[in-house]
């Protein structure tokens, strides 16, 4: 098939990818329409209502494969956030700026031509932003944070080749279970499970 048909064959691989990368939005726990209700809500300050209405754009950004527009937004949510002290609004920010990067990485793919360098670049470097936050969020004692942290690395992790990488995705969603759990947040323990 692939030495008859090659544009056919590409033309599926190109879908595939897409596929992927819609799979991997789909995936997100679609938090915007929680931010959205604290974005209205009379108990949010103005900087966490302003931080509110960026991860809702970021997260509408990537619903629509725009990665250079969520990840300015949702650049913008976690600048918010942090200076509103709200770390899970923080935490989930750059999560969401993971996700973007690994969406980045699946469209590379389908890119005519050779674009593995950039495709290891994107996702090293939502890899090392998770894992680099990760550490922050446990010297400041937020399991829950650390938590969300652990679970961008193994959705990072999984779009690696190789079973190095699988088994550290593995035991990137255990630690994020576990993190979870101990931080009574059944959404990110679940959605964890579920990646695992």
């Given amino acids: 098939l692939t030495s008859e048909h090659p544009n056919r064959t590409n033309h599926l691989a190109t879908h595939l990818t897409l596929a992927m990368a819609r799979g991997a939005v789909e995936l997100f726990d679609s938090l915007g329409g929680e931010y959205s209700q604290q974005a209205e809500g009379p108990t949010s300050s103005p900087a966490q209502k302003e931080a509110c209405r960026h991860f809702t754009t970021a997260e509408e950004q990537l619903n629509q494969l725009d990665v250079e527009g969520c990840l300015t937004f949702a650049q913008q949510a976690a600048d918010g956030f942090q200076s509103a002290s709200f770390s899970k609004g923080y935490a989930d920010s750059l999560r969401l700026m993971c996700l973007a990067q690994g969406v980045k990485a699946d469209l590379l793919i389908v890119s005519e031509e050779d674009k593995s ?21 446990q010297d400041a004692g937020d399991r829950r944070s650390e938590a969300v942290m652990w679970l961008a690395v193994g959705e990072v992790s999984c779009k690696h080749q190789g079973s190095e990488k699988k088994r550290d995705a593995l035991e990137a969603f255990r630690k994020a279970r576990s993190l979870a759990r101990k931080a009574g947040d059944a959404v990110v323990e679940a959605t964890a499970l579920i990646a695992h």
Avoid: G, N, W
């Avoid at 360098?117 to 969020?137: G, I, N, P």
């Fill in 117 to 137: 360098e950039e495709v290891h670049s994107c996702l090293d470097a939502a890899e090392r932003l998770a894992q680099e936050h990760a550490a922050t969020f």
